[in-house]
């Protein structure tokens, strides 16, 4: 690897292929000059954007990567706790599983043979367990960036890789999106969004093209996860996530 720092969160690859190399956030880069970096987010395969600032600079230099355990919790400094191994997350969009459906509390009372769970009763079989969706983004057309082909949405939450659909809300779309059409997150900040057709082109870093800001009534909404419930001897004894969904930001 060679990179190149400047003092900021940014480091840039000096022909290096950031998505090919395979470095994810968590990792650890080391450079010539014996700085530690450690990776927040791959935001294209040239650039990667830092946990903290790089403390100095240092042009085109060799750099060692260093990987995380496998197993357990990373904690990336100034961002998120990472759970390299959580149910339902594929290597493909470990960037974007932070903000996947883990687990589902469920709470239960049984009264002779029936058992009761959310208020509804059942007898004999296992309830229906129905997950809330992820919360609607409404996007204005003043958070639409055409010149830098961005979505501002302030504190999203959101990594390369979480899948989302647009619904224009009966309007004129924004220009380079389709109704009803499912799209990934490219990371541009904390606050700003890019958006790409597929979860290998948002890996790469290739964004769509927004030429227009569409209307102020169209949304973006995540996946909804499914669970199943599992009945022992008269009572639920376990709710198991069977779809991870997307874009759920509170537990």
């Known amino acids: 690897h060679n990179v190149t ?3 900021s969160t940014t480091l840039a690859s000096a022909g290096t292929s950031f998505i090919t190399d395979g470095i994810k956030s968590g990792d650890v880069i080391v450079t010539a000059g014996g700085e ?13 954007l830092l946990a903290a600032a790089a403390s100095g600079s240092e042009s085109g230099v060799a750099a060692t990567l260093r990987k995380p355990p496998t197993e357990g919790m990373a904690s990336v400094p100034g961002g998120n706790v990472l759970n390299t191994n959580v149910f339902g ?3 493909a969009e470990s960037l974007a599983g932070g903000d996947n459906l883990t687990s589902v509390g469920v709470s239960a009372t049984t009264l002779g043979t029936q058992s009761y769970i959310g208020g509804n009763t059942y007898n004999g079989s296992a309830p229906t367990v129905t997950v809330a969706a992820p919360t609607i983004r409404t996007i204005a057309t003043s958070m639409v960036s055409t010149a830098n082909e961005t979505i501002t949405q302030t504190a999203h939450g959101m990594r390369t890789g979480t899948k989302l659909t647009y619904q224009d ?3 004129t779309a924004l220009a380079g999106l389709s109704d009803n059409t499912a799209y990934y997150v490219i990371y541009a900040s904390a606050d700003t969004i890019k958006l790409a057709s597929s979860l290998s082109n948002a890996n790469a870093g290739t964004a769509i093209n927004l030429t227009g800001t569409g209307n102020n009534a169209q949304t973006f909404q995540g996946d909804t996860a499914t669970a199943t419930a599992t009945v022992t001897s008269g009572a639920v004894t376990s709710v198991a996530v ?3 969904g997307s874009d759920y930001q509170s537990d």
């Open 5 to 7: 720092t400047n003092g």
């Open 36 to 48: 530690s970096l450690r990776v927040l987010n791959v935001t294209s395969s040239s650039s990667i």
């Open 89 to 91: 997350v594929s290597e």
């Open 169 to 171: 809300g009966s309007g």
């Open 242 to 244: 069977a779809t991870v």
